[in-house]
């Protein structure tokens, strides 16, 4: 497998930001590695906040069982954002794999 395809299967498939390290563009690869872990810390964040209460209603012992309805009318509050989020996670996984494809074509073949 050529040097290319594997920076872009890295950044594709494993973690954006990843082919880039593999190419050698270090500074770049982390940047996108550190926003990409910002925002899956971030969705994590959103995700809990939606949920925080059907965890405390569950842990007080309200709800024997917890019901999609439940679930689904928490998070209702945090739709919006938690969209922005992903649109954000897909922006960085597209910038990354079309940096890849951009850079390794001016690489020479190894």
């Not at 290319?4 to 390290?21: C, Y």
């Not at 992903?86 to 940096?99: E, G, H, K, P, Q």
């Amino acid at each position: 497998m050529n040097k290319k395809m594997t920076a872009l299967l890295l950044s594709a498939l494993v973690l954006p930001g990843l082919g880039q390290l593999y190419l050698g563009r270090k500074m770049l690869g982390g940047i996108i590695i550190v926003l990409v872990n910002l925002v899956l810390l971030l969705a994590l964040f959103v995700l809990l906040r939606g949920l925080s209460p059907v965890i405390a209603a569950q842990i007080a012992g309200d709800a024997i069982t917890i019901t999609t309805a439940e679930v689904m009318g928490s998070l209702e509050t945090t739709s919006g954002f938690g969209k922005t989020v992903l649109v954000a996670f897909f922006i960085l996984w597209t910038f990354s794999v079309v940096d890849v494809l951009k850079f390794a074509g001016k690489q020479p073949e190894e």
